[in-house]
C-alpha cells in the first residue's frame, strides 16, 4: 500500500482510490533498496534448498510405500455421510481464499483516502500485509497449475486401479491434475502468509492447513504424495514472495543474520485505535527499518 502522503487530500474520492492502487503496485514492482538484503536471500536459498531435498525424499517414499493403500482405505467417491468433509474442503479452494482477500484488499483501499492522517497508516500497514498474503497464494496456485499440466498424475481410481504411477504427462486434464494438490498449495501458502505476518496465528493456520489436506485425502481427490508436494510449493512459494517485500522494506524487515521479521505489525488492537482516532504504533515505525 501506498505511503500517506502520497494521498492528495483536494483530489476526488475516486481518483484517490485509483491512486492509491497504483501507488500500491509501484511499490510492489520498485527496486529493492534493503542493506541486508544479500544476507536474507543466502539465507533463504538455503532454506529452500534443505526444505526440497527433505520433502522431496518424503514424497518419493510416501509414493511408493503410502499412495495406494492409503486410497484403498479412504470411503468410496459421492459417500453420503462425506457431505460436512465437502463443506469443510471449499475452504481451501484457491477461487473462494483469492477472492475473499480481494475484497479485503479493496475495502483497504476505498477506506485510505477517507480516513484521517493517523488511522491512514494503520490501514496502509495492514493493506501491505495482506497484499503479500493474496499475492503468496496466487502466485503459488498459477504455478501450481503448471506443474499440474506438465505432470499429468491421474487422480486416485483414474483408470480404475489405485495405481500411483498413471500419469499422462502435458495433458491438462481434470482427471489427470492430481499432484501437486491444488488444495494443499492454497492452505498452505495461505497458512504460512498469515503466520510470517502474524506469528501468534501459527498454530491455528497450520491447524486450518492440515485440515484441508486430510479432506482432500478423504474425498479420494489426492494421493498423499500430492497434498505433500502441495504444501511444500505453497510453503517456497511464500518464502519467496516474503523475501521479495523484505528487500524493498515493505511489511517486513531484515534483521542483521539476515532473518525476515514483520514491520510493524497491525492488530487488533491497532484496529481499535484507529476507530477511536488514537495514534497508532505502527506510525512510529520503531522496529528496525534498515
Known sequence: MPSKSGIDEASGYFVNVMLVIWLSVVRILRSPSHSRRADAARRLSRRLLLLTMIVALLIIAL????????????????????????IITDFGKSTYVLWFLAAILLLVAVTIPIVHARARTVMIGLGTHFQYIFLSVAIAVLVGEVVKGIVGRGRPFV?????????????????????PSGHAITSFALAYAVSSVWPRLRLVMFVYATVIIASRLVLLAHHPSDVVGGALLGVLVAMIVRQWFAARRLGFTIQQNGEIVPLGGVGISDLKRVARGAVAPYEAGSPDRR
Do not use: C, Q
Open 63 to 86: 509414493m511408493f510405500v503410502v499412495d495406494a493403500p492409503e486410497i484403498r482405505l479412504m470411503p468410496p467417491r459421492g459417500t453420503a455421510s462425506l457431505w460436512p468433509v465437502k
Open 159 to 179: 483408470g480404475g486401479h489405485a495405481n500411483p504411477f498413471n500419469y499422462s504427462h502435458f495433458s491438462w486434464n481434470e482427471a489427470y491434475a492430481s499432484f
